[in-house]
């Protein structure tokens, strides 16, 4: 079975560009997440979706920063402006969802951005 | 609100030797605590959970962690370190009803020959 899937796997832009990360979840998997990574904040949850619908977008930094899940298939990430302290490896995870708390979260390998 | 802790950036082992990588926790509620793995440039990688029962739990690759409820504790531990364990581990805790997992700041193991 294929895994998560992001693209692109890296982004390099320049500052005031859009930029727009894609996840493809596991199928039949109900809940998605979008995490970012730092070496100065770690692993931050930005926002995560249970059937298509955002749960909690607390961690989302800013207006900046939008995320979309049109359909169970699909979830996009945009930022728009982008800013240098955007560079950061983000991170798009699913799970079989329904509050069954498995934990058990299967991350993709990353869109590792580079804003300059 | 809930968290987790890991109080080490790194730890060093030698080939062989036990390892444990601590975590303590602190959540209202009964914690449902996990361990990740990342090697370089992946994602990150499930190793084992506690939700309820035995205190000791055992996971992926030989690695097990201890609940302790007294101390806040989810230490993970293994037997027998190997040079291929050298990687990023993340402790995480969620709530009640929810997938939503909040992670440590990560302890980089670091194996040696």
């Known amino acids: 079975d294929a895994g998560v899937i992001q693209s692109p796997r890296h982004e390099v832009t320049e500052m005031g560009q859009e930029v727009t990360l894609r996840c493809k979840p596991i199928?039949?998997?109900?809940?998605l997440f979008w995490y970012r990574q730092t070496m100065m904040r770690g692993l931050e949850l930005l926002i995560y979706?249970?059937?298509?619908?955002?749960?909690?977008d607390s961690g989302m930094p800013e207006d900046r920063f939008s995320a979309k899940m049109p359909n169970a298939s699909f979830s996009t990430l945009k930022i728009q402006p982008s800013e240098p302290r955007d560079s950061a490896v983000y991170f798009c995870?699913?799970?079989?969802?329904?509050?069954?708390?498995?934990?058990?979260?299967?991350f993709g390998e990353g869109s590792r951005l580079t804003v300059l | 609100a809930q968290s987790v802790a890991q109080p080490e950036d790194q730890v060093n082992v030698a080939e062989g030797n036990p390892l444990t990588v601590k975590c303590t926790y602190s959540?209202?509620?009964?914690?449902?605590l996990f361990w990740y793995v990342q090697y370089p440039n992946r994602g990150l990688q499930f190793l084992l959970k506690?939700?309820?029962?035995?205190?000791l739990v055992k996971g992926s690759y030989g690695f097990e962690a201890e609940f302790n409820k007294s101390q806040t504790s989810f230490h993970l531990k293994k037997p027998s370190a190997l040079v291929s364990d050298s990687a990023l581990y993340f402790c995480?805790?969620?709530?009640?009803?929810?997938?939503?997992?909040?992670f440590g700041t990560g302890t980089r193991l670091q194996v040696f020959p």
């Open positions: 995870a699913s799970s079989p969802g329904g509050g069954l708390n498995t934990g058990e979260l299967f």
């Open positions: 199928s039949g998997h109900n809940s």
């Open positions: 506690y939700i309820t029962g035995d205190n």
């Open positions: 959540v209202s509620g009964n914690p449902y």
């Open positions: 979706f249970n059937n298509n619908v955002p749960i909690d």
């Open positions: 995480a805790v969620s709530g009640y009803n929810t997938d939503k997992l909040i």
